[in-house]
């Protein structure tokens, strides 16, 4: 290596040690191909080394015209998105401060491609979707001014932007620990006559995880439908394992959500991952909330990390029908399967089992931008006596921290409940 970088000294005198290790070992290699005559180029003409400065000047006048080229375009990209701006000045630091390597960041991260063929499938599916929720308008109704007014504004944004409605007549039950939530689930399951569907971040095998595997095997076994629809990086190693083929050969169809790789991630972010926790039996009873199917007494407890604290509610009633169909339209996008067809198998009109009304509110990157933190700003500054606020990743932008602050001028008294 010595002797060559001696012989690039040579040859070109103001080299220094890291352009020696950028241009002159690949330039040696061109030099000594071009001298044994085994690579033909439009220099041939010329002397060698000449003929490697020609090759060198059209490189480094293409980086210097391409750099800034490149900066300019997506910089002008980046303001057209009109982002929040404390989001846009980020970005254009990153591209300006960092040649090359920003943009290939930018292109990587800054915006949500979801792929052609899944977006061309979720703008078919949306549509079956919205004028399936016309013919739920028609059927609820909830007199929110009569019932709780300061709701109101609420659901009609939620109608506005999602064209779902409230759904009257469910009960709730909130279940603050795994242990609880697992039970109540495997009785569901082993209850279950008609379909199961489970759709998750994180399913990893362990505990009473494997239950919940078991108890899908002897709903199979009585010719019980179950569909399990998992996170691509969140699962993949349950997605590998032998439950997942023990699964499979008893009958159920899984499928991988959002699929993560190299490939992919030169069209795709593979960073935007399908974080839903949905479950549905027979249609009628669902569950949503933020526990994964793990169990906590053994997910990365070698990494000495703690149990995972979620909340799960178990829901009977209309609603259901709403969180049946979110399922349907991940597992039809995924799949390719008729979306149609889906909905006639799964879903049915579901009776009245409370006195609860609840509008779902969709999210992900499928969906309108913004939905749920435009949601919460109109809860918080909806709120009059009280505001509590759970969860894991306090990070709030400036304007949840306005309204916040305004609601405690108002006097609203709100705690902030980090898992």
């Known amino acids: 290596m010595r002797g060559l970088r001696s012989l690039a000294l040579l040859a070109f005198p103001d080299f220094s040690r890291l352009q020696f290790y950028f241009y002159g070992i690949p330039g040696m290699v061109l030099f000594l191909s071009m001298i044994s005559g085994k690579i033909s180029t439009p220099f041939d003409h010329l002397h060698p080394i000449m003929a490697i400065d020609k090759i060198y000047w059209i490189i480094t006048t293409g980086i210097f015209l391409a750099d800034p080229a490149i900066r300019i375009g997506l910089s002008m990209r980046v303001l057209m998105r009109k982002r929040a701006p404390s989001v846009t000045l980020a970005w254009l630091a990153i591209i300006v401060l960092m040649p090359f390597l920003g943009a290939a960041v930018y292109l990587l991260l800054g915006e949500n491609r979801i792929g052609e063929k899944r977006a061309r499938c979720s703008s078919v599916d949306l549509s079956l979707m919205q004028s399936w929720a016309e013919g739920l308008n028609r059927r609820a109704f909830t007199g929110w001014r009569f019932l709780n007014p300061e709701c109101d504004p609420i659901h009609r944004q939620i109608d506005t932007a999602t064209r779902i409605p409230t759904m009257p007549g469910n009960s709730i039950k909130l279940i603050e620990c795994s242990d609880e939530f697992f039970d109540s689930l495997i009785r569901d399951i082993d209850r279950a006559r008609i379909s199961c569907l489970l759709e998750f971040y994180i399913w990893t095998a362990g505990g ?112 259901v029908e709403i969180i049946t169909a979110f399922f349907l339209n991940d597992g039809a996008v995924e799949s390719g399967e008729d979306l149609e067809q889906l909905k006639r198998e799964e879903l049915r009109d579901v009776p009245e089992a409370g006195p609860i009304p609840v509008q779902p509110v969709p999210s992900g990157p499928g969906a309108a931008e913004e939905t749920i933190h435009d949601l919460l700003l109109t809860t918080i500054y909806a709120a009059r006596r009280e505001l509590i606020l759970t969860t894991p990743y306090f990070v709030p932008d400036k304007p949840i921290l306005t309204a916040l602050k305004s609601a405690a001028q108002r006097g609203v008294c709100h705690r902030s409940r980090k898992k």
């Open 208 to 319: 009473k995880a494997d239950l919940v595997c078991r108890a899908l095997v002897r709903a199979s076994q009585r010719g019980v439908r179950c569909r399990i629809l998992l996170d691509s990086i969140g699962s993949k190693d349950f997605l590998r394992s032998r439950q997942r083929r023990e699964l499979e050969k008893a009958g159920k169809k899984i499928a991988e959500c959002m699929p993560a790789g190299l490939g992919q991630a030169l069209f795709v972010r593979i960073d935007l991952r399908n974080h839903r926790k949905i479950i549905c039996i027979d249609g009628c009873i669902g569950y949503t909330g933020s526990q994964n199917l793990v169990d906590p007494k053994f997910f990365k407890q070698d990494r000495q990390v703690g149990e995972w604290v979620d909340i799960m509610v178990r829901i009977r009633g209309p609603v």
